[in-house]
């Protein structure tokens, strides 16, 4: 078998991770929890959807947030297991807890199902109508783990998946499913499909010699043309969502102007070929998610 790439692991062993007791720590790592940033994005389409909702509930903010970090944990670890043994080919991810033998299949299906009990106590906290589309969503985190290994496009339901929050936020705020969490929705996939395109160049080296396919793969140097439609479709339908929530044009403005901007420095520095530059862009994008939930919250408590 040909050696792996020099790409080193993910594993952060500092933060959180070194404060926790030694035997919490392959646990911790499995759920990322070294790693927050898979979390925030997550988070953000449900704050999103709270916000262009017009909510100021604290509590539905709070809750959210418990939730997404359950199921990111809940979502990585179901990956690890499914991908254990492609993980001991990639340097990236040799030394995770399953991939290395720190946690056992058994232990890992033991915090899966405590996970997974944190995130429905909170999904039961929410109307009947999120509820519904809460579990409507768990068939699109059990199915990504095995896109990698039928389609270059894995990125589009992985894109439907980490963006259901904005469905989830706005009908937990509303109680019903309208447009503007439909073309939220949008925007997040599309979203999701630029910064994970960014991010799996870190792996298309290892990628190509296992057979995991993925959108960096292929679309290799056109990368930067088609992250100008992803990202442009991110900003337009975001610009849309709000206006057809009622926001006015000056707020829609505002928010389309300064996600664009950023994206725009995102495709100005973006170096297929720099792991390291590759890592620093797919974690700016928890920026994209401040710069819309701010003139949301703004806009909703100041502008009504």
């Given at each position: 078998?040909?050696?792996m790439?020099?790409?080193?692991?993910?594993?952060?062993?500092?933060?959180?991770?070194a404060?926790?007791p030694?035997?919490?720590?392959?646990?911790a790592?499995?759920a990322?929890?070294?790693?927050?940033?898979?979390?925030w994005?997550?988070?953000?389409?449900?704050?999103?959807?709270l916000?262009l909702a017009g909510?100021?509930?604290?509590?539905l903010?709070?809750l959210?947030?418990?939730?997404?970090?359950?199921m990111?944990?809940?979502?990585?670890t179901?990956?690890?297991?499914?991908?254990?043994?492609?993980d001991r080919?990639?340097a990236?991810?040799?030394l995770r807890?399953?991939?290395?033998?720190?946690?056992?299949?058994?232990?890992?299906?033991?915090?899966?199902?405590?996970?997974?009990?944190?995130?429905?106590?909170?999904?039961?906290?929410?109307n009947r109508?999120a509820?519904?589309?809460?579990?409507?969503?768990?068939?699109?985190?059990?199915?990504?783990p095995?896109?990698?290994?039928?389609t270059?496009?894995?990125?589009?339901?992985?894109?439907?998946?980490f963006?259901w929050?904005?469905l989830?936020?706005?009908?937990a705020a509303?109680?019903?499913?309208d447009?503007?969490?439909?073309?939220?929705?949008?925007?997040?996939i599309?979203?999701?499909?630029?910064?994970d395109?960014?991010?799996?160049?870190?792996?298309?080296d290892?990628?190509?010699?296992?057979?995991v396919?993925s959108t960096?793969?292929?679309?290799?140097?056109?990368t930067g043309?088609?992250?100008?439609?992803?990202?442009?479709?991110?900003?337009?339908?975001?610009?849309?969502a709000?206006?057809?929530a009622g926001?006015?044009?000056?707020?829609?403005?505002?928010?389309?102007?300064?996600i664009?901007?950023?994206?725009?420095?995102q495709l100005?520095?973006?170096?297929?070929?720099?792991?390291?530059q590759?890592?620093?862009?797919f974690r700016?994008?928890?920026?994209?998610?401040?710069?819309v939930?701010?003139?949301?919250?703004l806009g909703?408590?100041?502008?009504?």
């Open positions: 078998m040909r050696a790439s020099a790409t080193r692991s993910d594993i952060q062993e500092q933060g959180l991770l404060l926790l030694p035997g919490w720590r392959p646990y790592k499995l990322r929890l070294d790693r927050p940033i898979g979390t994005l997550l988070l953000f389409p449900c704050w999103w959807g916000a909510s100021h509930d604290i509590g903010y709070l959210f947030a418990l939730g997404a970090l359950a990111r944990g809940a979502g990585c179901i990956n690890d297991m499914m991908d254990r043994d492609f080919q990639v990236r991810t040799a807890p399953l991939a290395s033998g720190q946690v056992t299949m058994v232990q890992a299906g033991i915090f899966l199902a405590a996970q997974g009990l944190i995130g429905l106590a909170v999904l039961l906290a929410l109508t509820i519904a589309l809460g579990l409507a969503s768990t068939l699109l985190v059990a199915i990504y095995l896109m990698k290994r039928i270059h496009w894995p990125q589009i339901v992985l894109g439907l998946a963006n929050g904005a989830m936020g706005w009908t509303r109680g019903t499913l447009l503007p969490a439909l073309l939220l929705y949008g925007s997040g599309l979203w999701t499909l630029g910064y395109t960014i991010y799996a160049h870190q792996d298309k290892d990628d190509a010699r296992i057979g396919k960096a793969l292929r679309l290799g140097a056109a043309r088609w992250l100008v439609f992803f990202y442009g479709g991110t900003v337009l339908l975001i610009a849309a709000v206006l057809t926001g006015s044009l000056g707020l829609t403005v505002l928010i389309a102007g300064l664009a901007a950023h994206f725009g420095w100005v520095w973006l170096r297929i070929d720099d792991p390291d590759c890592l620093l862009l700016a994008n928890r920026f994209i998610g401040w710069l939930l701010i003139p949301l919250l909703s408590i100041f502008l009504g």
